[in-house]
C-alpha cells in the first residue's frame, strides 16, 4: 500500500517548499533514505486559460505514467492581476483588446483562438462570457482545502474553479459561487465561510507568488516536479512525460546488475 506524507504535515507545514516534509524525511529506516512518491508542484491562477490547458496537458502526461499513483500534485497560488476588482467591469475580449491594442474586435479574435485550443483538449469553454476578476479569495479556498483535505480535495476544488470561470462563466470572485463550489467538493460550508469573512491564507497566497519569482517564474503555468525539474508554461504532454520519467529515475535509480559470480543459493553451494 502507498503511503502519503501530506497527512504527515501540519496546515502551516504544507505552504512553500521550504518547510515542505517530503516522503524521503518520513521513510528513513536504520539509515537508509527510501523515497516512496513524487511530488508535482504547479503554480497557476483561476483566471489563466494557459493554466487550464496546462492542467489537461499534466493530467494526460500523468495517465501515461508508470508511477502515477504514487504521485502528488499541490496547486500553488500565482494572480495574474492582484489588482484586479471582485466586481467584474470587462469581458475577457474588451479586457485582451484594452491590454494589447486592437479594440473588443481583437479580442474576440484571441479568444477564439484559446477556445480552439481548449477544444483540442476535449474542453469546451464559455470563454467569450467570462469576465476577469480578482482571484485572492479562491486561491485562499485553494489552500484551505490543501489544510483540510490534502492533495485530492485541492485538486478536485482547483478543477472545479476553473470549471466554474471557463465553463460556466461565472463570477469565481463572488462569495456565493465560491461557496457553491467549494461545498459541491466536498469543503465545510461553516469552514469556508469562515476563512472567506476573514483573511486566512493570505499570506499563503502571498508566499507562494513569492517562491515562484524566486524559482525565476515570470508567468504561469509552471510547475516545479519533485524539486528538481522547471516546467515553464503549457508544455506538451510529451514533453512532461519526458519530464516525469527523468525526475523518478533521478530519485527511484534502477538497480544495475553486473556480470554474475558464485553464489550460494536455496539449494545448496557450487563448489
Known amino acids: 500500500m502507498r ?22 524525511d518520513r521513510n528513513i529506516r536504520g539509515g537508509i533514505d527510501v523515497l516512496t512518491g513524487m511530488r508535482i508542484e504547479i503554480w497557476s491562477d483561476i483566471v489563466c486559460p494557459w493554466c487550464y490547458i496546462g492542467k489537461r496537458r499534466f493530467e494526460a502526461a500523468l495517465a501515461d ?37 486592437g479594440g473588443s474586435e481583437a479580442g474576440r479574435r484571441m479568444v477564439d483562438r484559446m ?12 470563454h467569450h462570457e467570462s469576465r ?19 492533495p485530492g480535495l485541492q485538486g478536485a476544488l482547483k478543477e472545479a474553479l476553473l470549471a466554474a470561470y471557463f465553463i460556466q462563466a461565472a463570477n469565481v470572485a463572488d462569495h456565493h459561487v465560491l461557496r457553491t463550489t467549494a461545498a459541491e467538493v466536498g469543503l465545510d460550508e461553516a469552514r469556508v465561510v469562515e476563512v472567506l469573512a476573514g483573511t486566512e491564507f493570505r499570506d ?27 516546467v515553464p508554461g503549457a508544455q506538451p504532454a510529451e514533453t512532461i512525460s519526458q519530464v516525469l520519467v527523468k525526475a523518478w529515475a533521478d530519485t527511484h535509480p534502477v538497480l544495475q546488475m553486473v556480470e554474475s559470480g558464485t553464489e550460494c543459493g536455496p539449494g545448496g553451494c557450487a563448489v
Not at 477556445?115 to 464559455?126: I, K, L, N, S
Not at 499563503?204 to 519533485?226: I, K, R
Request: aromatic fraction near 10%; include cysteine; hydrophobic fraction near 40%.
Open 3 to 24: 503511503k502519503r506524507c501530506d497527512g504527515w504535515l501540519r496546515p502551516e507545514q504544507r505552504v512553500g517548499l521550504r518547510s515542505r516534509i517530503t516522503c524521503r
Open 65 to 101: 505514467f508508470a508511477h502515477a499513483e504514487q504521485v502528488d500534485v499541490v496547486w500553488r497560488s500565482f494572480q495574474l492581476d492582484p489588482a484586479a476588482e471582485r466586481e467584474p467591469t470587462a469581458t475577457v475580449a474588451e479586457h485582451l483588446g484594452r491590454k494589447y491594442g
Open 115 to 126: 477556445e480552439a485550443v481548449a477544444a483540442e483538449e476535449g474542453m469546451t469553454w464559455r
Open 132 to 150: 476577469p476578476v480578482n482571484t485572492l479569495d479562491a486561491h485562499r479556498l485553494l489552500h484551505l482545502a490543501a489544510a483540510e483535505g490534502g
Open 204 to 230: 499563503d497566497v502571498f508566499h507562494d507568488q513569492e517562491q515562484a519569482y524566486q524559482y525565476g517564474a515570470s508567468g504561469v503555468p509552471f510547475a516545479v516536479v519533485d524539486g528538481r525539474y522547471g
